[in-house]
């Protein structure tokens, strides 16, 4: 099922466009578990960076066999699974605004939570999602032979197009934000007969699978930031 397609505004739409890379990349997937039978390549661990969009080196061009490989990696989770203990602890929706930069904003938001940084303002949130969107369009290019398959129509026109303040991001855009921010990014939406929301989408595995970035798909093309309680400990005194 196609639950993620260009999102990224207000307003209840959905963009078309996404059933190519939502195939490409579930039967990327599912071929890469058919081979490696299930087995996960081992994770990079967070680099500890203060910056909220760290700069990355990005290495010279891959053969094709590492270019494969890496395109097999990058496809995330699809299928809905249940979380585990300590990820059933009830999450808090943060409203975004739907500007056109919910996806970036909740993601901006979500991450600064992540480094335990204070709750964005509205404006803060504004310019950490045009920065998040710009370091993505450079992402693309970077990371062109990886990306070009799976994106929509000509390579150049839709990174110059995503460049713009107000178009929406969807799924290649979340991939590439786990990629900028070096974070595992986690997709939530709420499904029929869920009493919470679900995970629906993993990007950013190769990062670590603790504490990730955390967003709520509305289901037709709106993103919220998620936020997780703190656990308060007993007070021994």
Wanted: aromatic residues 6%; charged residues 30%.
């Amino acid at each position: 099922v196609d639950l993620l397609r260009r999102g990224g505004g207000d307003g209840g739409r959905q963009r078309n466009g996404r059933a190519r890379l939502n195939s490409d990349l579930g039967s990327t997937q599912r071929d890469t578990e058919k081979k490696r039978g299930g087995e996960r390549q081992p994770k990079q661990k967070e680099t500890g960076e203060t910056l909220l969009i760290p700069s990355i080196c990005i290495p010279s061009v891959p053969g094709r066999e590492e270019q494969q490989q890496q395109q097999q990696e990058s496809a995330p989770s699809r299928a809905p699974r249940r979380m585990s203990g300590r990820e059933l602890r009830p999450l808090r929706s943060i409203r975004i605004t739907g500007d056109g930069r919910c996806l970036f904003r909740s993601v901006a938001y979500s991450a600064c939570l992540r480094r335990g940084k204070q709750s964005p303002s509205d404006s803060i949130q504004k310019e950490l999602a045009d920065e998040l969107r710009s370091k993505v369009a450079d992402e693309f290019i970077k990371r062109r032979g990886d990306t070009e398959w799976f994106l929509e129509g000509d390579f150049e026109s839709y990174v110059s197009k995503m460049r713009k303040p107000h178009v929406w991001g969807g799924e290649p855009e979340l991939l590439m934000c786990s990629h900028v921010l070096r974070m595992p990014i986690t997709v939530h939406m709420y499904t029929k007969g869920s009493d919470g929301p679900r995970i629906i989408a993993e990007y950013g595995q190769e990062y670590g699978k603790d504490n990730p970035v955390r967003v709520l798909y509305d289901g037709y093309g709106h993103y919220d930031a998620l936020q997780q309680p703190l656990v308060r400990t007993p007070s021994r005194l």
